[in-house]
Nanobody, 128 residues
Framework: QVHLVESGGGSVQAGGSLRLSCVAS????????MGWFRQAPGTEREAVAI???????TYADSVKGRFTISLDNAKNTLSLEMHILKPEDTAMYYC??????????????????????WGQGTQVTVSS
C-alpha cells in the first residue's frame, strides 16, 4: 500500500501560480508511475500530467506550456508547478501512483483506473 499526501492547493486569481506537492511513502525509479489528475464538480476525473518511469513528462493539451511536473526521487516527492492559471483549472487535484512502469506519449490512454493509489486531494480555485 502506497500512501500519498498532497499539499499546496489554494485560491488565486487568473494569471497566478501555484505549486502542488505530493509525498509518496514508496517510490522506486523505473518501477513506479506517478501523476496528477483533477476533477471539477460534475465532471470526470482527468489526467493533467504524468511523470513517466524514465522521468519524462506527459501533459494534457489544456495545460501544456503552463504546468510543469517534476519528481524528486531522493525525497519521493512529485510536484506540479502551475502558471498562468485559468478559471477552468479550478478543481480538486489528486496525486496518483501505481507500482508498475509507464511510458505514455500522450494522455489518450491515461485513465484513473490505471492508477492504484490516490492522495486525498487538494483544492485549486482560480477566480477571474
Amino acid at each position: 500500500q502506497v500512501h500519498l499526501v498532497e499539499s499546496g492547493g489554494g485560491s488565486v486569481q487568473a494569471g497566478g501560480s501555484l505549486r502542488l506537492s505530493c509525498v509518496a511513502s514508496e517510490y522506486t525509479y523505473g518501477s513506479h508511475c506517478m501523476g496528477w489528475f483533477r476533477q471539477a464538480p460534475g465532471t470526470e476525473r482527468e489526467a493533467v500530467a504524468i511523470s513517466n518511469s524514465d522521468s519524462s513528462p506527459t501533459y494534457a493539451d489544456s495545460v501544456k506550456g503552463r504546468f510543469t511536473i517534476s519528481l524528486d526521487n531522493a525525497k519521493n516527492t512529485l510536484s506540479l508547478e502551475m502558471h498562468i492559471l485559468k478559471p477552468e483549472d479550478t478543481a480538486m487535484y489528486y496525486c496518483a501512483s501505481v507500482d508498475r512502469p509507464c511510458w505514455y506519449s500522450d494522455m489518450l490512454s491515461v485513465t484513473p483506473e490505471k492508477f492504484a493509489y490516490w492522495g486525498q486531494g487538494t483544492q485549486v480555485t482560480v477566480s477571474s
